[in-house]
């Protein structure tokens, strides 16, 4: 017998049944009805059997299948758990990161005014002034970051950044734009063979900056700024205290002139090979690199003097996780030398013009604490000292006293205050043709800010209006003719305003 798809309905099904053969029969008499109903009885009792057979096998079938549903559920939500968690912590998926700043920089007169961190005689050697009010420019950083996780446990993380920056204020500014891949490079770390020292060790290969530079971003410099294009392994552990970096970048020197009797003809062409290796001990760090750029000293240099080949640079650093032992907060502090191309204490092995005799000293602090529940304060000293730098007997002597002052008025409003002294002494010795000059600068800094979200130093997105007022020396005006000290309407004495926007994420 076939059984329907739909179960029947007991009792209609077998009267109507009963129905239709009585009328088909024409059967009148009691006996045969009696016979009659003992077979639609008989059919009925069929039909009830097969419908609880074909019950039963349905319910085995739905058991079944549901537990071969629970069973695969099981281990896919443990397999989309695993991977959910992975994307979550970062571990795994594609992520994008972002740096950027925009606002208008306005002068007293009505038009763009002269600005950036580096706009006095001493901001070409790293003499950084101050950004707050002070930044003309439109700067923005897009990161795209794709990380792997594999059956193995090993990991891979793949970066690229792209970076442009422009002064203009036109929505159009592609004849001005200087976008540039920043960053492409791959790392990979957990590497199941990787054993003994290397086991919590990462391996890269790429053009990146430094995983461990750092900074002071109220001045917009940093202590230390390592990239290039190479290759290199972090967080060896040597020791139980000591966790060590080694590196290996390099970067061009090109189109440089070698021939005083046609230098726009004959240049020259190297490549810098910084090998770097950067120690941790504790809060403690020891970075040293040496520098070869084989050729280079083959360049045509004002003076005739010889251009560096080659140098080393050394810098001893503390990472504070408090305010100077005075409050919580955190400081940073660094004491960094080189020689040779290692005299670029800032920007390692990035310029080629440096002498073979060129010698710098640099000092940097700065830290972060609370004064009250709503005060918050910045300090920041970034110091210099360099000779023969590019020519014999040059001095680059200057110093650079900022802080940078908050109070938070509302959860969403607050005050931002900045402060910036310079000292500079500089003695080009004609390099570039300019003049000596010795002399300060001030700048002085009020900034209402919008924020989603006040609460420390390092809370973004925010949008600030800004007054700024600035001043120095009159003689620091005669230092160069390229500058913005005495250009026309910028002599000293300037204020400007403006609005701006800074975001990272």
């Known amino acids: 017998m076939t059984i329907p798809t739909q179960r029947p309905r007991k009792s209609p099904l077998v009267m109507a049944i009963a129905a239709a053969a009585l009328g088909a029969s024409g059967l009148a008499s009691a006996q045969g009805s009696s016979d009659l109903e003992a077979r639609l009885a008989e059919l009925e009792q069929r039909i009830v059997a097969a419908e609880q057979r074909a019950a039963a096998a349905e319910r085995r079938a739905d058991e079944a299948e549901q537990q071969m549903a629970e069973q695969l559920s099981d281990e896919e939500l ?105 960053q492409v490079y791959v790392e990979f770390s957990d590497l199941p063979s990787f054993t003994g020292a290397f086991e919590n060790a990462s391996i890269w290969a790429g053009k990146r900056f430094d995983r461990d530079n750092f900074d002071i971003h109220w001045l917009d410099s940093d202590f230390i700024f390592l990239a290039g294009t190479g290759g290199g392994i972090y967080d060896m552990r040597l020791a139980d205290n000591w966790t060590s970096n080694l590196s290996i970048y390099g970067r061009s020197f090109t189109d440089f002139p070698v021939d005083s009797m046609n230098p726009a003809a004959d240049t020259g062409s190297t490549d810098n090979l910084i090998l770097t290796s950067n120690n941790y001990f504790g809060n403690w760090q020891w970075m040293v690199s040496g520098m070869n750029a084989t050729d ?130 500089i003695s080009p010795e004609g390099y570039g043709g300019n ?42 005006n005669d230092y160069s003719q390229d500058d913005a000290f005495g250009s026309d309407g910028f002599t000293g004495d300037e204020w400007a305003f403006g609005v701006q926007s800074e975001i990272w994420f």
């Open 78 to 182: 443990e397999s989309r758990l695993a991977a959910v968690e992975r994307q979550a912590s970062g571990e795994e998926g594609f992520s994008f990161n972002a740096y950027a700043r925009s606002g208008l920089l306005i002068g007293d007169g009505g038009k763009s005014a002269e600005g950036g961190p580096y706009l006095t005689p001493a901001g070409a050697q790293g003499g950084a002034v101050g950004r707050l009010g002070n930044e003309p420019d439109t700067y923005a950083e897009a990161i795209l970051n794709y990380k792997m996780r594999f059956d193995n446990g090993a990991k891979a993380h793949y970066r690229t950044m792209i970076a442009d920056g422009v002064e203009t204020s036109n929505d159009w500014t592609s004849d001005e734009s200087s976008l540039n891949v920043r």
């Open 296 to 425: 280079n000293d083959e360049r045509l240099t004002e003076g005739n003097i010889d251009a560096a080949d080659d140098g080393i640079h050394t810098m001893v650093a503390y990472h504070g996780d408090d305010f100077f032992g005075l409050s919580d907060g955190s400081f940073k502090a660094a004491l960094m030398h080189g020689q040779g191309l290692g005299a670029e204490t800032k920007s390692l092995g990035s310029n080629g013009n440096l002498s073979d005799d060129a010698t710098a000293t640099r000092l940097g602090l700065y830290g972060t604490t609370y004064l009250a529940p709503d005060w918050r304060v910045a300090p920041a000293i970034l110091a210099e000292t360099s000779e023969d730098r590019y020519v014999a007997g040059d001095q680059y002597d200057w110093a650079t006293f900022n802080v940078r002052l908050a109070n938070e008025l509302t959860e969403n409003f607050e005050m931002q205050y900045e402060g910036s002294y310079q000292w500079m002494d």
């Open 435 to 476: 003049n000596a000059a010795e002399g300060s600068y001030t700048k002085f800094t009020i900034a209402p800010t919008f924020k989603p979200q006040v609460g420390g130093f390092w809370q973004r997105p925010e949008i600030r209006l800004f007054a700024s007022w600035s001043d120095w020396d009159e003689e620091l």
